[in-house]
């Protein structure tokens, strides 16, 4: 199993020379709303492709997502950051209106679809990579902050993205292939 222990960082309040708290918590609740709506992405894709090459790929990946999401929510408390309810429902929320886009079919799945999440994943885990960067930053000077984690965190993301690109080329390949008629 890919679980990631809490973090062994002391529990002291301190945080470091110029760390504005009230903006890293506007800061981490961005990345909380986001990982939101990437969790649901990558479950609803793994889903969608459950019992093919892609989903046999993507489903490890997805279920790390949500791993991911639990270890910031976890970094969160351990730097006394409250989540903002609205945030997590505005990821959420945009991810469900994300699928509401044409995709060239009406009635069954587009491979555009599938390319398009896939798209979608490459971003959210860029995203989740810089967060994680710049916590590990934050680390030297925040004990709060257990740069082993971080520097675990960072390595997933970069294993997750080289799969999802993989997969995004694929399906790339396939979904805007011409077809000879």
Do not use: F
């Not at 918590?25 to 992405?41: E, F, K, Q, S, V």
């Not at 799945?109 to 930053?137: T, Y």
């Amino acid at each position: 199993m890919n679980t990631l222990p809490h973090s062994t960082a002391p529990q002291s309040r301190s945080t470091g020379p110029g760390v504005d708290m009230r903006l890293l918590g506007i800061y981490l609740n961005d990345h909380l709303a986001g990982a939101t709506a990437g969790t649901d992405r990558a479950t609803r894709l793994a889903r969608a492709a459950r019992g093919s090459a892609l989903g046999r790929a993507i489903g490890p990946v997805a279920a790390e997502i949500a791993q991911d999401r639990a270890a910031l929510l976890d970094i969160m408390g351990d730097l006394g950051v409250p989540v903002r309810r609205y945030k997590v429902c505005a990821g959420w929320a945009g991810e469900k209106l994300g699928r509401l886009k044409p995709n060239g079919h009406l009635l069954r799945p587009s491979p555009l679809g599938i390319m398009l999440d896939l798209e979608a994943l490459r971003m959210g885990v860029e995203g989740k990579m810089a967060g994680w960067q710049a916590l590990r930053h934050l680390s030297v000077a925040d004990e709060r902050l257990d740069p082993a984690r971080l520097d675990t965190l960072l390595e997933r993301a970069r294993r997750q993205q080289e799969r999802i690109e993989e997969w995004r080329v694929r399906q790339a390949e396939e979904a805007l292939a011409t077809t000879v008629g």
